[in-house]
């Protein structure tokens, strides 16, 4: 199989509201966005971050502008103000999903 890292192909960033994650997932160039689409959902999304999300996520397409927003619920271990992780904010989560395989559309 052949893949590609998402860092690759995207950029990403990421912020909290509270315990819940926001993970954007954008691509550089626009033709991917339905390749994307297509590779990258929400399931996948959990699984690849499992060790940092443990409830649901939702994935938002943003066709106008060709992206996508990730929702990661219970993923900052209580939030800003309870939580003894290291990244309390989630900054870097958006660095560990760009490290996410997948497989080589073309």
């Known amino acids: 199989m052949n893949t590609v890292k998402l860092i ?5 960033r990421s912020g909290d509201k509270g315990n819940t994650l926001n993970i954007s997932l954008i691509p550089y160039h ?3 966005y339905e390749w994307l689409s297509s590779t990258v959902t929400a399931d996948k999304v959990k ?3 499992n060790h940092i999300v443990k409830g649901k996520v939702t994935r ?3 066709p106008n502008i060709k992206a996508f927003n990730f929702v990661c619920e219970d993923s900052l271990m209580g ?3 309870t939580s003894l992780a290291i990244d309390t904010h989630g900054k870097s989560i958006s660095s560990a999903l760009l490290e996410m395989e997948i497989e080589r559309n073309r």
């Open 60 to 62: 938002y397409e943003l």
């Open 79 to 81: 939030g800003v103000t």
């Open 47 to 49: 699984n690849h971050l």
């Open 30 to 32: 626009e033709e991917d």
């Open 8 to 12: 690759d192909i995207a950029h990403s």
